[in-house]
Structure formats: structure tokens, C-alpha cells
């Protein structure tokens, strides 16, 4: 379900503009996190929210400034391995391009320690089509403060209430 993992890549770069992307410390956001919850106004992502659970993913800084996260992800066939790469282009901005269209990374909030929440926008043949807004935690928990986060962050992209989308307590594609 490489929907899913769009939203999960682009879920994961405190609020941090696109254009200020340079101050972020990949360092600190490497390692392992889950996929809690996400709001979106992507037809293709909100058509397969019954389906969605808890992802683990793990994120990766590349020497040249681009980023990578790595998730098994559920498919009709079984759990399959993939990664996306977001390449740090020469405005600074992070961006990942397939056939599908290309996915940049708008906005990152964190702590680095406790939530990750990131906006990514995805685009296709130059405009701009939709917004994945992805919660990830350091712990496969929802609290109750990063809950009101992410309603908040959906409200501010003009993201519906009812396109937020709490993931059940069951992860998916454990390893």
C-alpha cells in the first residue's frame, strides 16, 4: 500500500517551514517511530482509512542532506519492505519524485524525543493536489496532547474533521 507510505514518509521532517528546513537535526530523528495518526485531504490516502493501522518506521539522514524512511507496510499480498528517499534539493527543500507525483515536505513540529508531526504536500504535473498531515511518536501511543495536535494542525491546512484519522491500537507488519 505505497499510499500509506507517502503518508508515513511525508509525515517525518519543532513547526518548521519547508524553506527553513536546514535547522532541523536529522540526527535527533533518526531511528525508529510509529505512525499514530494522520490527517489528509488525499482521496487516495482517505479511501483506504479503514484499512490503516500502526506503522513503524524508521528514519535515516544521508550524508548528502536527504532523508530516508524504511517501513514494512501491509499490501493485499502481505507485509513488503519500502523506502522512500526524500533528495534535499538546492533551494533546501525536501522532496521525493515518482510516478505518481512528487511529495515535499511543508511543515515538521517536533521534540525529537516524544512526536513528530510533519505536512507533507504532494503534487502532480506542477499543482498542487493535496495534504498528508502524519503524527508519528517515538512510542506506538496516542496521547491526549499530541491527539489535540494533530486535529489542530489538520484544522490550520484546512483539513476536515472527519479526514483525521486515529489508528487502532494494533500494529501492522510487525517484524
Known amino acids: 500500500m505505497r499510499v500509506w507510505l507517502v503518508g508515513l514518509g511525508l509525515a517525518f521532517f519543532g513547526i518548521i ?4 528546513l536546514d535547522n532541523v537535526e536529522h540526527e535527533k530523528l533518526q531511528g525508529v517511530w510509529h505512525g ?4 489528509s485531504d488525499c482521496e487516495m490516502v482517505l479511501k483506504h482509512r479503514d484499512d490503516m493501522k500502526i506503522v513503524t518506521a524508521t528514519l535515516t539522514k544521508l550524508e548528502d542532506g536527504g532523508v530516508t524512511v524504511a517501513s514494512n507496510m501491509p499490501t493485499p499480498h502481505g507485509c513488503k519492505h519500502f523506502e522512500m528517499t526524500f533528495q534535499k534539493r538546492e533551494d533546501g527543500k525536501l522532496v521525493h519524485e515518482c510516478e505518481w507525483g512528487t511529495k515535499m515536505v511543508d511543515a515538521l513540529k ?3 524525543s516524544n512526536y513528530g508531526l510533519v505536512n507533507i504536500a ?6 498542487k493536489i493535496c495534504n498528508i498531515i502524519t503524527l508519528f511518536a517515538r512510542v506506538p501511543v496516542l496521547t491526549e496532547e499530541n491527539a489535540e ?3 489542530s494542525a489538520a484544522k490550520e491546512a484546512g483539513i476536515a474533521e472527519e479526514n483525521i484519522i486515529i489508528f487502532p491500537q494494533e ?3 510487525q517484524s
Do not use: H, S, W
Request: aromatic share 8%; net charge neutral; with cysteine.
Open 110 to 112: 517536533t521534540d525529537y
Open 122 to 127: 504532494k503534487f502532480k504535473d506542477g499543482q
Open 36 to 39: 499514530v495518526a494522520l490527517a
Open 17 to 20: 517551514r519547508a524553506d527553513d
Open 171 to 173: 500494529m501492522a507488519c
Open 149 to 151: 495536535m494533530i486535529k
